[in-house]
């Protein structure tokens, strides 16, 4: 829980220094730049770490939290989800089309799947399968069940650290050739979940579906940009490490859109002319993030 | 060298006209940059305004034996100027990075300095004699009547009062597209090398419009960029080798006869990384900020955030020692990140013999580690201590347990004061410190005798 919240916090302070350094006087520094990207992405590493570790709890004890406390046509649509979707984790494209089946459908065998490579396999995969999850979260329409199961995460991330650390039950080999298949179709969310914390986003949704549908509309033009990138790098299998780095930077290009690709081709010579206009969208996607963290850290002392 | 150090010439504010306690101070006056020269006798800072001060060493004086060798401003000029680059939007700026000397070969003395763009060869020389007797101009420069002119004299030099011209007699431009960080002079006293973010070139010194390219990391495409070379140093007797260092903590030794590019590596210097110390900031901290070979040649000296490790060239797996500069940070990475302390890059230098190393910490402190005996001292560089021939007095910080008087806690340091750029003589045991804007000049008298 610690983690979570100190990852968090350094997380923020990352993307505020490479916010800061686009306007630094003498250009941009290529060096602090790469070690605050380096630092951006350990830390959502443990983020994402101890948040599906909570996820997967919350996955098993949901149907408890669920009884009593929420409604009844809620409890009919998680409790027949996660039976089926035990049978169902053996194949691959069920996993990743269904959309409009609740939430749980899909984390629950995505979560499971999960348990075995976060105890130590291929960090990438699973970088890939939260994206795919959380890319649910988002885009499924039924926001009160997805803050359900966001809340109920929220509660058991202090025992993530037992989930993680229990042997997985499920088929490793399925569980790697899962994500592939959830990244694809889920891309156009993925860069989003890469640099927003997936807890919040329950948060996100209902904030959002109330006010905020303008600010959505930064985001969607970014999310092209980059997922054509990620498909191809996991597509090649490239090594571990350098898809760790291309997911980085993606994550912080789609952060600061046309204006940071600036960042990186400026180095060469090309500078766009749209940084000054960029300069603010990247102001409002911090901001928008920043705001999104202040929810969730309430969260956190709620609970 | 660990006896106690006395002050000779104590704090020379290089540019403030009134050294007050409290004056502020800009930020153009901070010193970027600090080097001596090959005899040690000019000693060259550069700082963020583009300026560089040289000072010269006073002839000893026999008669008085205390008064020797003190340090004073022998010249000032405006190296570089901030500069716009129209085409990529982007403003340079004019803070001098690096100074070198070139080895003495006439009376005038020679110095690179770099910007993060731009290189340039300064001549420094003196001028103490000036012609008189012109026939067609009188003392002040004007034209004579030529009816006044009734005889032909030769003109004579005379003796003048000693002035110091500083002249700029290359420049070496559009060859980075990253930051430049370093600059080595080779062995040979013909070449030189530059080294940015990704890519080091190799220059003539008489030759301007053109450079070899020798080492290039940048990858095909940007976003696999994994590291950068952060630091690069040619070898001080074979004009083939060249080191450079990387900001994941790994050295690469190369050799400029395997290949026109040396992409490949003849060593590769790397500590595998201890898992225990594993934290958010692991690869920040491991990464190098200033390497330098011995004078020796055989051993490499490297800084990185916590620690100062010497290599020898024979054995690439591990350091030969590894000497912690200020491990009670370690618990604080975090808040060093967010001040951005983190990314401080210290400098670190060899004493003549390679006995001694020395580098700067926080709080003005700055240690020198004896590599023959294992002792190490922490040093102040203030103004408190500076007054003429007062002996600095070992400083301790205290992590907790017990405190002794006048121990400086943890919590209590001042990261604001940092020692960055240090330099030692080439063969006497006198050493520079940049302090912020202010430049401490020790030296250590009593092996004044030993050393000569």
Not at chain 2, 224 to 248: G, M, Q, W
Request: glycine share 4%; net charge negative.
């Amino acid at each position: 829980m610690e983690y979570k919240v100190e990852a968090h916090r350094i997380m923020s302070i990352s993307l505020g220094k490479i916010y800061n350094s686009r306007v630094q006087r003498g250009g941009i520094k290529l060096h602090k730049n790469l070690l605050v990207s380096l630092v951006l992405r350990s830390a959502r590493q443990v983020y994402l770490r101890d948040y599906y570790g909570g996820i997967c709890l919350s996955a098993q004890q949901a149907r408890e939290w669920c009884e009593g406390e929420y409604m009844d046509s809620e409890q009919d649509k998680l409790v027949p989800g996660s039976t089926e979707s035990l049978p169902e984790s053996d194949g691959q494209s069920e996993v990743a089309v269904d959309k409009g089946e609740p939430i749980n459908v899909v984390e629950s065998p995505a979560s499971l799947d999960v348990e075995s490579q976060a105890s130590g396999e291929q960090e990438h995969a699973e970088n890939v399968i939260l994206d795919s999850g959380c890319s649910d979260l988002k885009t499924t329409e039924e926001s009160p069940e997805a803050s359900a199961t966001c809340e109920v995460s929220n509660v058991v991330t202090t025992i993530s650290s037992n989930c993680i650390s229990d042997p997985s039950p499920s088929n490793p080999k399925e569980a790697t050739e899962t994500p592939t298949d959830c990244q694809t179709d889920d891309s156009e969310s993925v860069e989003e979940n890469s640099h927003k914390p997936k807890v919040p986003r329950a948060y996100t949704n209902r904030k959002r579906s109330a006010d905020d549908s303008e600010l959505k509309d930064p985001l969607p033009k970014r999310t092209k940009v980059i997922s054509p990138l990620l498909i191809s790098k996991n597509d090649e299998n490239k090594g571990e490490t350098e898809e760790m780095d291309t997911s980085n930077v993606s994550s912080l290009i789609t952060i600061f859109g046309s204006s940071f690709s600036g960042l990186l081709s400026s180095e060469d010579g090309a500078q766009p002319d749209s940084e000054v206009e960029d300069s603010d969208s990247g102001q409002i996607c911090c901001d928008q993030m920043l705001k999104n963290l202040n929810p969730w850290s309430t969260a956190i002392v709620a609970f | 060298m660990l006896n106690p150090i006395q002050v000779l010439c104590s704090d020379i504010t290089s540019l403030s006209l009134e050294p007050e306690p409290f004056a502020s101070y800009t930020e153009a006056d901070i010193i970027s940059t600090v080097e001596f020269s090959h005899t040690g006798e000019l000693l060259a800072t550069g700082d963020k305004g583009g300026r560089v001060v040289i000072f010269q060493r006073e002839p000893e004086c026999k008669t008085e034996p205390y008064s020797q060798g003190e340090y004073n401003v022998y010249s000032t000029f405006q190296s570089h100027e901030p500069e716009f680059d129209y085409l990529k939007s982007l403003e340079i700026e004019e803070k001098i990075n690096k100074i070198r000397w070139l080895p003495q070969q006439n009376a005038a003395h020679f110095l690179l300095s770099t910007n993060d763009k731009t290189v340039k060869l300064w001549k420094v020389s003196e001028r103490d004699k000036r012609p008189e007797g012109y026939n067609l101009k009188d003392e002040e420069g004007r034209m004579k009547d030529l009816s006044t002119v009734t005889s032909l004299q030769v003109p004579v030099l005379k003796p003048m009062d000693l002035m110091v011209e500083v002249s700029p007699r290359r420049v070496f431009a559009n060859a980075h597209t990253y930051h430049v960080n370093s600059i080595s002079i080779n062995s040979d006293h013909e070449t030189y090398m530059s080294a940015d973010d990704l890519r080091i070139n190799l220059w003539h010194l008489g030759i301007t419009d053109r450079s070899f390219n020798i080492v290039d990391i940048k990858p095909v495409n940007m976003e696999d960029l994994t590291e950068v070379i952060t630091a690069a140093e040619f070898h001080p007797h074979h004009c083939n080798l060249l080191v450079y260092s990387s900001s994941k903590g790994t050295l690469r030794l190369c050799d400029m006869r395997e290949a026109a590019l040396c992409d490949k590596h003849s060593k590769l210097f790397e500590e595998p990384e201890d898992p225990s110390n594993r934290s958010f900031f692991s690869e920040i901290i491991s990464s190098v900020s200033d390497v330098k070979f011995s004078h020796s040649g055989r051993y490499l000296l490297t800084r990185d955030y916590l620690t100062a490790k010497v290599w020898d060239l024979n054995m690439e797996n591990k350091p030969l020692e590894i000497y912690q500069v200020h491990d009670y940070l370690r618990s604080k990475l975090c808040s060093l990140y967010e001040n951005d302390c983190i990314f401080d890059k210290f400098e670190c230098a060899w004493n003549g013999s390679d006995s001694v190393i020395m580098t700067g910490a926080y709080n003005n402190f700055f240690r020198m580690f004896d590599r023959n005996t294992n002792r190490d001292v922490t040093l102040e560089a203030s103004r408190e201590s500076s007054k003429p021939r007062a002996v600095l007095k070992p400083r301790r910080v205290c992590q907790g347990g017990k405190r002794r008087k006048d121990d400086i806690s943890v919590d209590s340091l001042d990261f604001t004061k940092k020692i960055l750029h240090t330099a030692w003589h080439p063969t006497e045991n006198i050493i520079a410190i940049a302090a912020t804007n202010n430049l401490y000049i020790f030296q250590d008298k009593l092996n004044q005798e030993m050393h000569g």
